[in-house]
């Protein structure tokens, strides 16, 4: 069974499991999101909130199956110059983390309308925080595709820009996701999500900007 394959079904069954214990305490009406303030300005239906878990989860599984045949990057032969690590598994650990963060999201969601979780935004800034880490240990490994990674014109026309701007992407991430724990832990819960969203944005927006430099440069 390949990784993602198990991260799917590990997401799904806990996932699954989780909403059918909360459904009956859970309210006719729940929030469904939130404002930068932590604030709830909208709600939705029990239903809704379902279709935000292991729904979508199944949804983004089946399509993570598909990305080797529908993406032309993907079924293309592979590169003699890419690592082990980017022939293998960069990518459906990529992947796998998404599913499992997707999870993880919609068990935040589930205790916040519990009752069970009393600061979102600091909840959020902690999701944002662990994205930035997790995905800064593969994000440097990525293969060149179509769906997944840092797609700009210059990353997708040449494998070596591709390979260096996924590499700076991973330099930034890690440290920018340590940094947003730690003010996640020390700011206000409404200052800890901005400024994880600003270090989300910038790790992710600087290399994707210099990756023009990068094809300028070769």
């Known amino acids: 069974m390949t990784r993602l394959r198990l991260a799917a079904i590990s997401a799904l069954v806990a996932d699954t499991a989780a909403t059918a214990l909360a459904w009956s305490r859970l309210p006719e009406r729940v929030p469904v999101h939130w404002n930068i303030h932590g604030q709830v300005d909208r709600l939705g239906s029990r239903f809704e909130l379902v279709l935000l878990g292991p729904v979508l989860l199944a949804g983004l599984w089946g399509l993570f199956e598909l990305l080797p045949i529908l993406d032309p990057r993907l079924a293309a032969p592979k590169d003699p110059e890419q ?3 980017e022939r293998e598994g960069a990518l459906q650990t990529a992947l796998a983390l998404v599913l499992g ?4 999201l919609h068990l935040l969601l589930l205790s916040l309308s519990l009752g069970l979780l009393h600061e979102p935004a600091r909840a959020f800034a902690f999701l944002m925080a662990a994205f ?3 995905f800064g240990n593969f994000i440097g490994r990525l293969r060149p595709s179509w769906f997944v990674g840092i797609r700009t014109p210059w990353t997708l026309s040449s494998d ?3 390979r260096r701007t996924h590499r700076l992407a991973a330099r930034l991430m890690v440290p920018a996701g340590l940094l947003a724990v730690l ?4 700011l206000p819960a409404p200052a800890a999500f901005a400024a994880a969203i600003v270090l989300l944005l910038g790790a992710l927006l600087a290399p994707a900007a210099l990756s023009f430099y990068y094809w300028r440069s070769l």
């Open 83 to 85: 690592t082990q690590a």
């Open 101 to 104: 963060l997707g999870a993880l």
């Open 132 to 134: 930035l880490v997790l």
């Open 160 to 162: 070596a820009v591709w």
């Open 183 to 186: 003010l996640a832990v020390v």
